[in-house]
């Protein structure tokens, strides 16, 4: 079974930056579309942004678009999520997640996930 470990959560304030990284254990890792989610304390988990298998397509939530940025590196099977100038409402846990469908713009693809790292922002 594919396993999924983030890392990269912390405390930061607003304005700053942290980069997400989700090693999977999975050696075709390359075949599958990946994606970000993240659940806030009292709402709905959401779909954050979203890859194509090689990388060459994204999606992004419109709250996040110009700030986050997803990109993978199949040679370390290793998906990244890079968040800038991060805000107050970008504060929950974050998860990475596979696409074992290719599909990756909506909540709905994504049938499996990590355990999450959580990112708290400041104001």
């Known amino acids: 079974q594919v396993q999924l470990v983030e890392s990269g959560g912390g405390l930061v304030q607003a304005g700053g930056s942290l980069r997400l990284s989700c090693g999977v254990s999975?050696?075709?890792?390359?075949?599958?579309?990946m994606g970000w989610l993240r659940q806030a304390p009292g709402k709905e988990r959401e779909l954050v942004a979203g890859l194509s298998p090689v990388g060459t397509y994204t999606r992004y939530a419109d709250s996040v678009k110009g700030r986050f940025t997803i990109s993978r590196d199949d040679a370390k099977n290793t998906l990244y999520l890079q968040m800038n100038n991060l805000q107050p409402e970008d504060t929950a846990a974050y998860y990475c997640?596979?696409?074992?469908?290719?599909?990756?713009?909506?909540?709905?693809?994504?049938?499996?996930w990590g355990q999450g790292t959580q990112v708290t922002v400041s104001s």
């Open positions: 999975e050696h075709t890792f390359s075949r599958y579309a």
């Open positions: 997640a596979t696409s074992s469908s290719g599909r990756y713009g909506k909540l709905a693809d994504f049938g499996f």
